[in-house]
């Protein structure tokens, strides 16, 4: 089934070919709601999905990409994420999270965070309302397709989006490359330095030099950009 759905992505066109595909998605998976949405280096919103377009605009105009807990909880992390393992302690995100329940969200989701090598940060998002034990079945019987069709969704939209005068990209050293990967992995500075047996001021010397050729502005994107360029692997 899904290889039909793979197809028509490598063949999407357009913006519209790409909203067609979403909602066929839900519909194949009997899911409230998948949505496909990217901010790019200007802070600009893109996005395909099914959520209500009377809720996207109200998102958008609030400005709760600002505190939005999924937005602000996948954005330093490189796997997937439910949504309940994030912070919705605050009350700003209590409300976020109610209020999106009234405009016809669910109460239970998924998201797949993913970069591009200019600054785009996207999520790839289920959706769904239903128990925790009913959304722990539906994740564990399609959480590998759902990382695959993720991760299609965004190559595609980068080919849309391709700048036309991308520079060839400077290899990274194997040092530097170490250091990214772990960096990626979660590990502290001083744990890489000790693991790598080198200074904590030689680390930053490897760090801010792939920074420099991946022409990121901090730590954080040069990790996204290799990522997304397969520089690394995680």
């Not at 397709?145 to 700048?163: G, Q, S, T």
């Not at 060839?168 to 040092?175: D, H």
Request: negative net charge.
């Amino acid at each position: 089934m899904l290889d039909g759905f793979f197809d028509r992505m490598e063949s999407a066109a357009g913006r519209d070919d790409l909203q067609a595909l979403i909602t066929d998605l839900r519909d194949h998976y009997g899911i409230a709601h998948i949505v496909y949405h990217w901010v790019n280096s200007d802070g600009e919103q893109y996005g395909v999905g099914t959520y209500p377009l009377e809720w996207a605009q109200h998102y958008i105009a609030q400005g709760y990409l600002r505190i939005d807990p999924v937005i602000q909880g996948c954005f330093q992390r490189f796997h997937p994420v439910e949504w309940k393992r994030l912070d919705w302690s605050g009350k700003a995100a209590r409300a976020l999270l109610v209020e999106a329940m009234e405009y016809g969200l669910g109460n239970q989701g998924y998201s797949v965070p993913l970069r591009g090598p200019n600054g785009q940060f996207a999520l790839f998002t289920v959706n769904d309302s239903c128990s925790d034990e009913e959304w722990r079945v539906f994740c564990e019987a399609n959480v590998r397709d759902l990382l695959m069709i993720a991760h299609y969704f965004n190559r595609k939209a980068l080919e849309f989006e391709k700048p036309e005068d991308e520079k060839v990209q400077k290899p990274l050293s194997p040092r530097e490359a170490d250091a990214l990967t772990f960096l990626a992995l979660g590990y502290s500075r001083a744990q890489i330095a000790e693991m790598l047996e080198i200074s904590e001021h030689t680390l930053r010397v490897y760090v801010e030099s792939a920074r420099f050729k991946l022409g990121a502005m901090n730590t954080t994107q040069a990790v996204a950009r290799a990522l997304s360029l397969g520089l690394i692997v995680v």
